[in-house]
């Protein structure tokens, strides 16, 4: 990535290279950390690539188109017969499968005053991001706004690998003056997948084996708790029949007792 900006460099002081001959780029990982994401791609802005075809007086402005790759994806055109860009949109190729769509449009970066690497710092990024980087797939709410304003620029799809182009548009003609090949293929990354639960022991994580094993002591505590309990109520419930029976037995022997005794008296 470093061999790309010692190539702008270059076109910047000796005007050695023109936008037909270089790519969109990637962005450079110490601008742009964690890229790509599920649904989005930083690239870097086109710094001095269409300087040569700038003429004094005129407006312009870049276009931005991805498509999702395919074969046939570095021959696709994005401009009509008149050399007037397309003005598909995400809707129109059903997220770039169809076709190339219109992700954005900026104005020209200024080519003097490239970007510093060696000056980025953690407090500068957000800043660096904003002037010298482009996120496709970075606005979730324009396919839901009908009054949306420009190009619309929704989260790309997932696991899919895109390609990329810079158009450099004249204002006022409405004509392409110049553009970029189609950019390496990209592709967003892929959701991972939780592994399903593994029921041999062997395979299981440590964490899951503690866990298994305190439950397990707890309900071989809990069945014994429980069996103990049913075994001194049954105790408990012996002890009191037992109670019951003698003190039925001596209040039947002393009523002879007392009976005896009368017909003593009586002789």
Partial sequence: M???????????????????????QIANPK?????????TIALE?????????????????????????SASTVSSA???????????????????????????????????????????NVKKVSDVLKQYLFRVGDDVTCLYDP?????????LAEDTTYRFKYLLVDV?????????????????RRVKQSSTIDTWPGRRSGGMIVITSILSTFMFLLVVGF?????????ASGETSTETTHESQTTQQAVPRSQGSSEGVNQ
Wanted: with cysteine; aromatic share 12%.
């Fill in 2 to 24: 470093q061999g790309h900006w010692v190539l702008l460099a270059l076109c910047w002081l000796e005007q050695l290279c023109v936008a037909q001959n270089l790519r969109p």
């Fill in 147 to 155: 009054n949306f304003p420009g190009a619309c620029n929704p989260p």
């Fill in 45 to 69: 802005k086109p710094f001095c690539v269409f300087d040569d075809s700038l003429s004094p007086g005129s407006s312009y402005v870049v276009y931005l188109y991805a498509m999702a790759d």
């Fill in 227 to 235: 069996l103990a309990s049913i075994f001194f109520f049954v105790m």
């Fill in 172 to 188: 006022v003609a409405g004509v392409v003056k110049d553009q970029t090949l189609w950019s390496d293929p990209m592709k967003t």
């Fill in 31 to 39: 601008l742009a950390t964690n890229n790509p994401t599920l649904t």
């Fill in 78 to 120: 994005v401009t009509d017969n008149s050399s007037k860009p397309l003005n598909t949109t995400f809707q129109d190729t059903n997220g770039g499968q169809l076709g190339p769509y219109r992700a954005a449009l900026f104005n020209v970066p200024n080519c003097e005053s490239p970007p510093l690497l060696a000056d980025v």
